[in-house]
């Protein structure tokens, strides 16, 4: 079976919204089913199709993260010892050449990953191009946008 890597915060995430789907989506939508029943003809009753598709969804989602979390190998960053170097859950601090910037990464999960955040998915081309590294290397990277240069400045591991 292959393990899927998880953050520890990404995998408390899952677990909370799995709480969340079981404890009260699941069963505001089963009394919406049930509420929209009541109403007679299941034909021509949009509430109650609309209240199907939604549990459907819930159970489709309830399912997903459970699958996730059964194969996922929860990695604390801050008891590995990387001898500073740029691995999964690691958060980097790069310059990049291109945009004369500096941006803040963190390696993490596929189901974490949210550039808007800084969080790189591990399968990321980027993510890729700096895993390995340490602080003052440099990286060339081919990304979507084109190649883009990275200079490792800061790894920590929090």
């Known amino acids: 079976m292959k393990r899927t890597p998880l953050t520890v915060r990404g995998a408390e995430r899952l677990k909370a919204e ?11 939508v089963v009394e919406a089913i049930a509420e929209a029943r009541e109403h007679g003809d299941l034909k021509e009753n949009a509430e109650y199709h609309a209240a199907r598709e939604e549990q459907g969804l819930i159970e489709a989602r309830i ?7 059964s194969t996922a190998e929860v990695i604390d960053v801050t008891k590995v010892d990387a001898k500073g170097k740029v691995v999964f859950g690691a958060t980097v601090d790069v310059y990049v050449e291109e945009d004369d910037r500096e941006a803040t990464y963190q390696i993490v999960g596929e189901d974490e990953a949210d550039i808007k955040q800084g969080l790189l998915s591990v399968n990321s081309p980027i993510a890729r191009g700096l895993i390995g590294k340490e602080e003052g290397d440099e990286c060339e990277v081919e990304t979507p946008g084109g190649v883009r240069h990275y200079e490792i400045v800061e790894v920590r591991y929090e």
Do not use: F, H, N, V
């Not at 799995?18 to 505001?28: M, N, Q, T, V, Y």
């Not at 997903?64 to 979390?69: C, Q, S, V």
């Open 18 to 28: 799995l709480k969340k789907l079981k404890s009260k989506d699941r069963p505001r």
């Open 63 to 69: 399912k997903d993260i459970e699958g996730k979390l």
